[in-house]
C-alpha cells in the first residue's frame, strides 16, 4: 500500500528558483493538502483541494502555487525560491467519511533554500 | 477563529511513569479533535480522534485522550510510558470534515531509562 507519496525527499534550491514538490495518492481520497512545519510552530496549511479542479488556500499560500487536475496528484509549485520557504513540507489526502476520516500524511519534502 | 494551544513544547519522564500532554482548543462549532504522532524524519501518524460519540477517546499504542468542553481540552494521556514513545505529538482541530486541520506548535516527549 502506497498510500501517500512525496517526492523529492530532500531538495536545495538557490534563491529564485522554482520547482514542483509532487505529491500523489492511491487512496481514491476527495481532499488533499499541504502543509509546512517549521520549529516551534507546528503544521500550517498553505493550500487545500475538495476535488479535482477545485483549490482554496490555507494560511500561508503566499509564494506557492497549486492545481488539481486529477483526483490521484496534487503538485506543489515554489515560483521563486526565498530563504523563508526552508522548511518541511507535507502533503496530505482524506476522505469525506462520515466518521470524520483523519488525514493521511506522505513523509515529506526537506526543502532548504539557500 | 479556531486554535490550538498545546501547553509545553518539552514534556520528559521517566519509563514507566504517567505521560500527559496537555491541549487546548478554541472553536466556535463542535470541534473535530485529533491527537498525532511524528517519528523523527517520518510523516504525521493518527493516534485517536474525537468525533463526539464517547467524551473518553482510545488510540493506538495504550494512549487515550478525554474530550472536556467546559475545559476545552483535550489532553493525551499514557498510563505507563514506553522508551518507544519518544517523539513529537500535536494535538489539532479541524470545524469541518475537509482536510483543513489547524495544529499546536506541538510537545516533544523524552523517556528517560
Known amino acids: 500500500n502506497a498510500g501517500v507519496t512525496q517526492t523529492p525527499k530532500f531538495q536545495v534550491l538557490k534563491t529564485g528558483q522554482s520547482m514542483t514538490l509532487q505529491c500523489a495518492q492511491d487512496?481514491?481520497?476527495?481532499?488533499m493538502s499541504w502543509y509546512r512545519q517549521d520549529p516551534g510552530m507546528g503544521l500550517r496549511l498553505i493550500h487545500y483541494?475538495?476535488?479535482?479542479?477545485?483549490?482554496d488556500q490555507g494560511e500561508v499560500p503566499n509564494g506557492y502555487n497549486v492545481s488539481r487536475s486529477t483526483t490521484e496528484d496534487f503538485p506543489l509549485r515554489l515560483l521563486s525560491a526565498a530563504p523563508s520557504q526552508t522548511s518541511v513540507y507535507f502533503c496530505?489526502?482524506?476522505?469525506?467519511?462520515?466518521?470524520?476520516?483523519?488525514?493521511?500524511f506522505g513523509n515529506g519534502t526537506r526543502l532548504t533554500v539557500t | 477563529a479556531q486554535s490550538v494551544t498545546q501547553l509545553g513544547s518539552h514534556v520528559s519522564v521517566s519509563e514507566g511513569a504517567l505521560v500527559l500532554l496537555r491541549c487546548n482548543y478554541s472553536?466556535?462549532?463542535?470541534?473535530?479533535l485529533f491527537w498525532y504522532v511524528q517519528y523523527p524524519n517520518q510523516g504525521l501518524q493518527l493516534l485517536l480522534k474525537?468525533?463526539?460519540?464517547?467524551?473518553l477517546v482510545k488510540g493506538i499504542n495504550g494512549f487515550e485522550a478525554e474530550f472536556k468542553k467546559s475545559e476545552t481540552s483535550f489532553h493525551l494521556t499514557k498510563p505507563s510510558a514506553h522508551m518507544s514513545d519518544a517523539a513529537e505529538y500535536f494535538c489539532a482541530v479541524s470545524e469541518s470534515n475537509t482536510g483543513k486541520l489547524i495544529f499546536g506548535q506541538g510537545t516533544t516527549l523524552q523517556v528517560k531509562p
Open positions: 496530505a489526502s482524506s476522505s469525506p467519511g462520515g466518521d470524520n476520516s483523519p488525514l493521511h
Open positions: 483541494s475538495v476535488g479535482a479542479g477545485i483549490t
Open positions: 472553536s466556535s462549532v463542535p470541534p473535530y
Open positions: 474525537y468525533t463526539s460519540a464517547a467524551t
Open positions: 487512496m481514491n481520497h476527495e481532499y
